[in-house]
């Protein structure tokens, strides 16, 4: 399958790249719970409800296990793990929780492969994928 993009400039002029040319993914839709169980019940022996069953109960597991302060591990998947935002303050002892902390995130890092000579990694959702300019 190929990935198209199309090629987009940069019309911010305080950055250092002002005026040039950078691409873009073109996305073509987005895909829910309902259409990975269809998907995933035409390749298994699991059943759409089943499917969609253990999607909605594997994000109710993340979620409870995430906020219990672990990462979570889906093999071949990738890793997911929650972070804050604060605002900074001098001293330990200014640190307010309900005025300087501003936000809890979710942090994926998608599962992939280290190249042992090079050092670079391979996403396992990218392997295999071609891009093309869209017209």
């Known amino acids: 399958?190929?990935?198209?993009?199309?090629?987009?400039?940069?019309?911010?002029?305080?950055?250092?790249?002002?005026?040039?040319?950078?691409?873009?993914?073109?996305?073509?839709?987005?895909?829910?719970?309902?259409?990975?169980?269809?998907?995933?019940?035409?390749?298994?022996?699991?059943?759409?409800?089943?499917?969609?069953?253990?999607l909605i109960e594997l994000v109710e597991e993340m979620k409870q296990e995430l906020q219990a302060g672990r990462t979570v591990n889906l093999n071949g998947f990738g890793r997911f793990h929650l972070s804050v935002t604060s605002l900074s303050v001098d001293k330990p002892e200014d640190f307010n929780i309900a005025r300087h902390i501003t936000g809890i995130k979710c942090k994926f890092t998608p599962a992939g492969r280290r190249d042992p000579e090079t050092w670079r990694v391979s996403q396992v959702f990218s392997e295999g994928a071609e891009v093309k300019r869209q017209e």
Do not use: S
């Open 1 to 54: 399958m190929a990935i198209f993009i199309k090629l987009y400039q940069n019309k911010y002029n305080r950055q250092h790249d002002y005026g040039k040319w950078f691409a873009r993914v073109v996305r073509t839709g987005e895909t829910d719970i309902d259409r990975l169980a269809e998907h995933i019940e035409q390749n298994t022996t699991f059943k759409k409800g089943e499917v969609k069953g253990l």
